[in-house]
């Protein structure tokens, strides 16, 4: 018994995009929902604020950052 398939060009094309389709959706779907996702899934982790002496420090002009006035 022989069995013939055949699928054309267009039910290929329609599988293909039905795939990428899926795929760009569940793309959206994380970037859309990932963050709120990603602080449900890790309850268990804080956010720590970054210490503000680090971030001033880093931004304060010293004498020796600034060029020579003449």
């Known amino acids: 018994m022989h069995i ?26 994380i970037r859309t929902f990932g963050s709120n996702l990603k602080s449900k899934l890790m309850f268990w982790k804080k956010d ?6 680090a971030a001033t420090a880093a931004t304060a002009d ?3 950052d600034k060029p020579a006035e003449q």
């Open 48 to 53: 720590e604020p970054a210490p503000e002496s």
């Open 62 to 64: 010293t004498p020796e």
């Open 4 to 29: 013939f398939a055949y699928l054309d060009p267009g039910s290929v094309s329609a599988a293909l995009a039905a795939v990428l389709a899926g795929i760009a959706g569940i793309g959206a779907a």
